[in-house]
Every structure is written in structure tokens, then in C-alpha cells.
């Protein structure tokens, strides 16, 4: 038996040289042998990505000899004769000599492979002396890779040292690239150097701060236990240094010591500054701290949260958030300080700064600090969005002992889905530890909640908890017992289920290793949900399993859609030689009938306008015959066109048609990108243009609400009346990111974008340099976001713009920065070699069209930025991009608990054929089938429908709204895409 986990002391724990600029020498290189090559990569591969301030170089001093080669260098260009030497050391008692004998081919060597993280910053050196030569320079690569094999970028610092004189070469402070796995380092005789060299010690230093073996949201010791005596807390630094702050073992709320900070003084100021910790801009995150006032006689003591951009570099004043102050009175008890915050735009770290005033005379004591994610519903179940240290975002440490961080799918089995999960390595008999989620604050006392995650146990046992908790971060007595697995070998299913109780503030779920627990366990598809969903009236699909409890002998299938073909082509010689869409189709139910649906693209740059009866036939104003043009943009002297003008080109500038907006002036809008020259941050901002009748376009007073670059897509949320909005961003490294926001007053102001991360990540990069998210086009249906992301697949870093685009469907409940994928597979597929979107796929907005979904897109024969540019149509059956399908043996389909506002059943389906049916019955909460309901009473559905009343005994009514039902479907040779009551 296992007792309760006691949760009241929680620890959370120089010039750029392109791939080109070495061909012709590579071309002349002796090539590492291939089994060689690949073995490090797997080596490099399987160490943990977890680094010190140093990163070991294999062999980087030279010590180590194999023949007459240093171990674990290896030859890149035969011209020169390299060999291990103990002539001339800079260290030690070996170097590595080289002797160039021409001033026309290049010598070099090439270290074994360092595993590095993406996005961290690392600094190379190597000690150089020349003995005799000239006419060139000696030089130090550092040369970055990705998982394949491929470099992606390579870095360089040369010199013509001074001969007999040790010299160090330093290629300075470089990220590692979106993707790269590996780097690294090359030493060099340039083509034009001849004569004898040798080189020594080589390293690799790690230069951003966060590289504590922490991650997600966990503060590096928030108790303040490192250290000793009245030192300060080893994990954090004294911040402005006026002497006055120190460690405490005499008044602590938890463990053996805090922090204390006795200002004496009324013009100084100073705090403690904790290690940074990884945000998520847009986010919602709360921390608490506890402080114990014992004294104050003037000014205040406060806490800020301070953040840092994706280079390390500290935002101005005005981008802090306000200070929090302490009350001006004295506490003598420890009192909880608790802070709601939000990153701001280009947040990519914040730290914890504990602070006395200018003005402030006092003595405080702080300790325990803790930070978590906030969030709806549970973030990050999969593992798949990870920090610099591969530890999971929105997953903080818990606990003294096992090592937390995610794992790659490197060793069988130890995935369950997609291609992470969590690792747990318990090496202590009396010491416990694990991960625990974000705070999941739409939780309801009274309620029944059922969390559930696959585990797979290597040694030792594996626990998984559900906790509730009350507003002042205690555990709640009703919380469930945890689930314990011990199952060695095989994935397991731990299930909790266990009513909210009374004052729960929110719910957290802990992936856990006992106190007395040793081994290693892995963690993956971790789930939190209500075990009674309401449903209300709208439309479930089946993308997710949100109201799926279980199948037997029916499989989820993803569909790809029916292509259309194309249907606008560029035209030669006009202002349409190429034609592209990252817009949008409005369908316009009070225009006349032959312009209900309006298409907006772009051509040249310049945005464009046709119309349409049917979503299929286009009529261009100003070329169809007969058909006037807008008489809005003077093209080659003549407004006889269908050019709306330009906003925000290249971006085609979104339209919405917003039904619900009180000014009919402002019924369109457009979501465009406009230039700010004046912009300190960025260049381009996000402008709104409106119109009353989708042409007309008046733009607003551009603003700072949103920043990127040249694709934004929006689309309108009906259900929930608001905006949502999709924005492409460069961040570092030649890397591409999206970012989520929403707008509930029309689209005049946007919340802070959210990072969404898991658009594109390491696996869709396999076999290319890099995979980017570069847009997304929306499709929203009854509350929830379906939408087709666009993927660059980088095939060669020199510009970032080499690659097809490819399309993968995503979806959300929430809009949080975690969108699930259903399936790899491409929802629109490339077409063959030589059609017309063989190699890059844009898609827009979609819309419905009677029973059909029509999606448009932009596309290419060739790839990115290549041109060639034309519109195609790809077509779904109406919720039609998951099914619920079942073969000649009749199989069934079983819903969560739900409860419901509608009078029927509806169905979307197909179950044509003799033989073929699917029949419907309702349970009761408890499992029983509800008089009437059953399934011998229901109508046999042998039809092809998109909303298909379901009948008893010739009656559609339904049980009482806010019953509890649980849905039961009997089919064979059917599928089945959605359900509603309506």
C-alpha cells in the first residue's frame, strides 16, 4: 500500500560561413567513413541533453592517441600531414601538428560529434602556434548538424598568429540552429597557408545562463536550501550587491534555511536574482512566494517578475511586470504573495527577483518560491514541447531525487505516441521525485474527474497521481488515491478517477517515483477530463477522443480530402502572372446570390477580388466579359480590374465577414501587415483594414497589438464570439514560429500571441535540414479549431527558402500553444511530379458548401519562393476529416457520460448497403440502458447523410435535457463523422 505523497515542501528542482562556401573544399576532402560517422551520431544521440557550463570536447586536449592520429579527430582534407606530437604542447605532453606543404589545398581535422540543444548559445576555442609558413591563416569551424547527418551551419574565427607564440581562436558566442543535434569543431590550414601548425586544448563553453539541469516552469532551488550557513542560496545571485542580503537558518518556512534581506540603509537598494526558467509568451503562469515581514520602517520590500528574450538580453523597465509591494506593516508571520502573469511578446525566459527598495529600512525573509502554468485544460500531455534542457514546458519538478527529463524514441518501446515521452531515473531508496503539469484551473467542486497516462516501466515501479487543490496551494484530503504500476516490459494504462472536493481552486496531475522506489519509468499521452461532459448543442467530431470512452471493432481513419484540381492560373503579362492565397473564401449570405461567396488572393503582390454563386465558378471583375472592374487601383493606367490595392502585400490580407460587428461600416475586415521603419522590435506589424462591402478597404491607425512578418490568417468564432488569429514570426536561427492570439471585441485588440511550438516539430524534419511552421489556414466549427498548417521543409539553411511546403492538419479545443495532430499524413498531398502543386501548398480559410467543406489553396509545382503560382480547390465531406469506421462484424461505438440542451440525436454517417446499419442506444449513468433507448428499438440506418435524425420506435425525443446519457452506436460497413444534439 502507498501512502498519500505529503505535498507541503515541493522542489523544483564572427563572420557566418554557409554550407556553399565549402563545397569546392569538401569536394577534396577525405570523407569520415560512413559506419564511423553514423556510430557517433548514435553515440551523440543517446547522452542526455542536459549540459554544465563547460560541454566536454572528446579528446580536446590531445592526449589521447590512435595510430599516429588523436583519438576521436578524424581527417577532412587530406593536403596536409596531421599527426599526434609532443614537439610543442600548450598543455599536457600532446598537440596536434599540422604540416601544410602547399599554399593551394587546405589541411584540417574534425572533432567526434558533442551533442548541443537548439537554440543555446555556445562559444569555441582552440590554442594555436605557428612554427614556420605564411601566406594564409590558421583557423578554429564550429560546425552545426542536425539529427540526419546534414550540416547546417557553420561558424569560423581566423588568425595569422605570431610565430612560436600560443595564441587562442574563438568563434564566439553562436546559437545552435533550430534542429541541430550535434556540433563540431574543425581546426584549419587555409588553402593559401603553407607551412607547420599545431593546436591544443580545445573547448566548447555553454554561454546562456540557463543551464541548470531545470526546465519547464521549476525555479533552480526555491527553497533556498543550497549553500550554507549565512551565504547566500548557491542557485541565486546577489542583484545590485549592497551587502545586505543573506541565507537564514534561523526563521525558514520549510527545510533548513531562507533568504534574508535586512536594509539598513534609505537610499540603497538591492535583492536576489533567481536562475532563469523557460516561459511561453501568452501564457498564463502563477507564482507564490513566501515572505515573513519582521520588520519595516520606511519604503517596501517587492517582487518582480523579469523576463529575457530568446538572445538572453533583458527587456527595458516598462516590459516588467509591476511590481508587486508587500504591505507597510510588519507580518512576523510567513505570509503566501501570489502573482498572475503573462509574458510578454518575445518572452522566451523569465527569473524571480525578491527586492528592497530605495526607500526601504526593514528586514524581510523569503523562501519557497514556486512558479506554475496555468491553463484550462491539461498542457503539454504528450511531452512533445520541451525547453533547452528537454525537460517538458509547463511541466515543473517535484520532489529531491529522480531526474526528470523527455525521451526521444532512440530505444524501442519507450514512446507510446509521436516521438516523446517522459523519463523518470530514480537512484535513491529513500528519496522521491517526478514531474507535475500546469495548474488545470477549469475544474468544478462536486465534479468527477478521470486522469489517465501510459506508462512504461523499465525497473522499479512507476505512480501517477491526480491532486486537487485548494487557493492556497494546498493538497486537498479528497484527492484520489494515486495509481501505481509495476508492470515491467510493456505500456500500462494508470487510470485516477476522483470527485473535485469542496474549495478545490484547481487540479495538477504528478508523474512520480516513490520515496522508496529505485528505477526507471517513462510517461506518455497523459489525459485530464470531466467524466461527465456537457455537451450542450453543439457539434462533437471525432478528431480527438473528448467525448470517446471506448471502441470495439471500429477504428479512427483520417481522411485526406478530394481535390478539385486547379482552378485560377496566373495569366501572362498582366498583374496576374503568378496567383497565391494565404486569405481567405467569405461566404456572404446577404449578397445577391451570384456573389455570395467571395474569394480574396493575391497577384504581383497586390491584393485581388473575384466572386462566385456556387464557390466553383469565378467571375473577375474587369476581365470576364461583360463583367466592370472595381475602378479602386490604377493598373497600367486603368482601373478596369479586380485589384482591391495593397495591404499589407506580400501577405494576401485576411477577410472575415463579421455578422455580430454594430458598425455596418465594418462588417469585412481584413488582416493585413504593414511596414514600420520606427519599429525598434520588428519591422512589421499586423494593420486591421474594414470595409462595408468586402472592397472597400479603410485601413486603422497601425498599432504594436501584433508584430511579425508577412503571412496572419484570422477567422471568427461564432460560438464563443471572438476572434482567433494565427501570425508568422522569425525567431532565432533562421526558424520560423506561429503564434495564437484572440480578439473579443472585433479584432480591434489582441491578447498577447501564445507560441505555438507544436505546429512543427523535430519529426516532421526527418530527412531535411529543418522543418518551419510557415502559416495555417482556420476552420472553425461550432467552438473548436481545425486548421491546416503549412510546413516548410527546409532542405538547405543558405537562406532558409529552399524546401517544399507541405500541409498537416492540427486542431484545439482551448488555443493554448498545444495542438494535437491526428495523423502525419499530409490532409492535402502533394500532387504527381509536374502538376500544378507538386512542391508548395498555402491554404486559406475554409468554407462550408452544402454538404461539403471547400478548402482553397495556394500552390506550386516548385518550392518555396519559387514562383509559378496557382489556386487549387481540395474538398471534405462535411466534418469529414476523421471517422469513426467499422467493418462486416458489427461493431460499437461508446461515449463518455454527456449531458446535453438538444431535443435529438443528429448524426453525421454513411452505412449504405445491404446489410449495412448503424443503430443507436442511450445509457443511463450507471451503465443501463434506458427504457426505450435500446438499441432492438432504434431505427436501422441504412443511409448517406450529413444530419440524420436518429429515431425509437418512430420518435426522435430525446430523455430530459441534462440527463445523463451515455451514447452506444451498433455498426457494420459504416462511418461515422460527427454527432449532435440539436
Not at 582534407?77 to 602547399?102: C, M
Not at 425525443?957 to 452506444?968: I, M, N, R, S, Y
Request: with cysteine.
Amino acid at each position: 500500500m502507498h501512502c498519500f505523497l505529503p505535498m507541503n515542501n515541493p522542489v523544483t528542482t564572427t563572420a557566418q560561413i554557409t554550407k556553399d562556401t565549402l563545397v569546392n573544399c569538401e569536394a577534396r576532402a577525405c570523407l569520415i567513413s560512413g559506419i564511423l560517422w553514423i556510430a557517433m551520431i548514435i553515440i551523440c544521440l543517446s547522452v542526455s541533453r542536459v549540459e554544465a557550463a563547460s560541454v566536454p570536447v572528446p579528446n580536446g586536449n590531445f592526449e589521447s592517441l590512435t595510430g599516429t592520429l588523436p583519438t576521436s579527430w578524424s581527417l577532412v582534407y587530406g593536403n596536409g600531414y596531421e599527426f599526434s606530437s609532443t614537439l610543442r604542447v600548450h598543455g599536457g605532453s600532446r598537440s596536434l601538428k599540422i604540416v601544410d606543404g602547399s599554399s593551394s589545398l587546405a589541411g584540417a581535422m574534425r572533432s567526434a560529434p558533442i551533442p548541443v540543444i537548439e537554440g543555446r548559445k555556445y562559444t569555441a576555442k582552440v590554442w594555436a602556434n605557428v612554427d614556420t609558413g605564411g601566406g594564409g591563416d590558421v583557423a578554429l569551424y564550429l560546425e552545426y548538424w542536425n539529427s540526419q547527418g546534414t550540416k547546417m551551419l557553420t561558424y569560423s574565427t581566423s588568425a595569422s598568429p605570431t610565430l612560436d607564440t600560443w595564441t587562442q581562436l574563438q568563434v564566439a558566442s553562436q546559437f545552435a540552429p533550430y534542429g541541430a543535434a550535434y556540433c563540431t569543431l574543425m581546426v584549419y590550414s587555409s588553402n593559401a597557408y603553407a607551412g607547420q601548425m599545431f593546436f591544443d586544448d580545445a573547448t566548447l563553453d555553454v554561454n546562456d545562463i540557463n543551464f541548470a539541469a531545470v526546465g519547464g516552469v521549476a525555479v533552480d532551488d526555491p527553497g533556498m536550501e543550497g549553500g550554507s550557513g549565512t551565504g547566500l542560496p548557491s542557485a541565486w545571485t546577489a542583484y545590485a550587491a549592497n551587502g545586505f542580503e543573506s541565507g537564514s537558518t534561523t526563521i525558514v518556512y520549510a527545510g533548513s534555511r531562507s533568504v534574508k534581506i535586512a536594509d539598513t540603509s534609505a537610499s540603497l537598494s538591492g535583492g536576489i536574482l533567481s536562475k532563469k526558467f523557460s516561459v511561453a509568451e501568452g501564457k498564463s503562469y502563477v507564482a507564490t512566494v513566501k515572505y515573513n515581514v519582521a520588520s519595516l520602517t520606511a519604503g517596501s520590500f517587492k517582487v518582480y517578475i523579469q523576463y529575457f528574450d530568446n538572445g538572453e538580453t533583458d527587456y527595458t523597465p516598462s516590459e516588467y511586470l509591476s511590481a508587486v509591494i508587500f504591505p507597510a506593516t510588519t507580518t512576523s508571520s510567513w505570509q503566501t504573495l501570489t502573482m498572475n502573469f503573462t509574458p510578454p511578446f518575445l518572452a522566451r525566459y523569465a527569473a524571480i527577483l525578491l527586492y528592497s527598495d530605495n526607500a526601504c529600512v526593514g528586514t524581510c525573509y523569503f523562501d519557497n518560491v514556486t512558479v506554475a502554468a496555468k491553463s484550462t485544460g491539461l498542457s503539454n500531455g504528450n511531452f512533445e514541447s520541451v525547453d533547452l534542457n528537454n525537460y517538458p514546458l509547463n511541466w515543473s519538478g517535484y520532489g529531491t531525487n529522480a531526474s526528470v527529463k523527455t525521451s526521444i524514441n532512440t530505444v524501442a518501446n519507450r514512446v507510446f505516441d509521436i516521438s516523446r515521452s517522459l523519463m523518470l531515473v530514480d537512484s535513491s531508496a529513500s528519496l522521491g521525485g517526478g514531474a507535475q503539469s500546469n495548474q488545470i484551473t477549469n475544474v468544478t467542486a462536486g465534479a468527477s474527474y478521470t486522469a489517465t497516462a501510459m506508462v512504461y516501466v523499465e525497473s522499479g515501479s512507476a505512480t501517477f497521481y491526480l491532486q486537487y487543490f485548494d487557493s492556497n496551494d494546498a493538497v486537498l484530503s479528497g484527492s484520489p488515491a494515486a495509481a501505481v504500476v509495476s508492470t515491467t516490459g510493456s505500456w500500462q494504462q494508470a487510470t485516477v478517477t476522483g470527485v473535485a472536493p469542496v474549495n478545490t481552486a484547481y487540479a495538477r496531475l504528478l508523474c512520480y517515483s516513490a520515496q522508496a522506489n529505485v528505477g526507471t519509468a517513462y510517461f506518455d499521452t497523459v489525459t485530464f477530463s470531466k467524466d461527465i461532459v456537457a455537451v450542450t448543442n453543439l457539434k462533437q467530431l471525432f478528431i480527438d477522443d473528448y467525448i470517446l470512452q471506448s471502441l470495439n471493432g471500429v477504428t479512427k481513419t483520417f481522411n485526406q480530402c478530394t481535390k478539385q484540381g486547379q482552378i485560377i492560373s496566373g495569366r501572362s503579362g498582366t498583374w496576374e502572372p503568378n496567383v497565391w492565397m494565404y486569405g481567405s473564401v467569405v461566404d456572404d449570405p446577404t449578397a445577391p446570390a451570384a456573389e455570395r461567396y467571395k474569394l480574396y488572393y493575391v497577384g504581383s503582390g497586390l491584393n485581388c477580388y473575384r466572386y462566385s454563386s456556387d464557390c466553383l465558378n469565378w467571375v473577375e471583375p474587369g476581365v470576364t466579359s461583360g463583367v466592370p472592374g472595381l475602378g479602386l487601383y490604377t493598373w497600367g493606367g486603368s482601373t478596369n480590374n479586380n485589384i482591391l490595392g495593397s495591404f499589407g502585400a506580400p501577405s494576401t490580407g485576411c477577410v472575415v465577414m463579421d455578422p455580430t460587428e454594430p458598425v455596418a461600416a465594418k462588417r469585412f475586415k481584413m488582416l493585413g501587415s504593414y511596414y514600420r521603419p520606427d519599429s525598434s522590435i520588428q519591422i512589421w506589424w499586423y494593420r486591421n483594414y474594414t470595409s462595408s462591402d468586402g472592397k472597400n478597404f479603410i485601413g486603422s491607425t497601425p498599432t504594436n497589438t501584433l508584430n511579425g512578418w508577412d503571412v496572419a490568417t484570422a477567422a471568427l468564432d461564432t460560438t464563443n464570439a471572438k476572434w482567433v488569429g494565427s501570425y508568422k514570426y522569425y525567431d532565432s536561427n533562421i526558424h520560423r514560429v506561429h503564434r495564437m492570439s484572440q480578439s473579443t471585441d472585433h479584432g480591434n485588440t489582441w491578447s498577447v500571441p501564445i507560441r505555438a511550438e507544436s505546429l512543427a516539430d523535430g519529426i516532421d524534419a526527418t530527412g531535411y535540414v529543418v522543418t518551419d511552421c510557415y502559416g495555417m489556414g482556420w476552420y472553425v466549427v461550432d467552438g473548436v479549431y481545425i486548421g491546416i498548417a503549412w510546413e516548410l521543409y527546409i532542405q538547405d539553411l543558405a537562406g532558409s527558402d529552399a524546401g517544399p511546403v507541405g500541409t498537416q492538419l492540427v486542431f484545439s479545443r482551448d488555443l493554448t500553444e498545444d495542438w494535437y495532430r491526428p495523423s502525419r499524413l499530409a490532409p492535402i498531398p502533394w500532387g504527381a511530379p509536374g502538376s500544378f502543386d507538386a512542391g508548395t501548398i498555402y491554404t486559406g480559410n475554409a468554407v462550408d458548401v452544402g454538404n461539403e467543406v471547400y478548402w482553397y489553396y495556394g500552390a506550386s509545382q516548385l518550392g518555396h519562393a519559387a514562383g509559378n503560382l496557382n489556386i487549387g480547390l481540395a474538398k471534405w465531406r462535411r466534418d469529414g476529416f476523421m471517422s469513426l469506421n467499422s467493418g462486416s462484424t458489427e461493431g460499437t461505438i461508446l461515449t463518455k457520460k454527456l449531458t446535453y440542451t438538444g431535443s435529438a440525436l443528429v448524426l453525421n454517417l454513411v452505412s449504405t448497403g445491404t446489410g449495412n446499419y448503424v443503430k443507436a442506444e442511450l445509457l443511463d449513468s450507471t451503465g443501463a440502458i434506458i427504457t426505450g433507448y435500446n438499441a432492438a428499438n432504434s431505427a436501422v440506418l441504412n443511409v448517406d447523410s450529413v444530419s440524420q435524425t436518429v429515431t425509437w420506435n418512430g420518435s426522435s425525443a430525446l430523455p430530459a435535457a441534462g440527463t445523463v446519457v451515455q451514447v452506444k452506436l451498433y455498426c457494420k460497413n459504416a462511418r461515422v463523422y460527427s454527432l449532435k444534439f440539436q
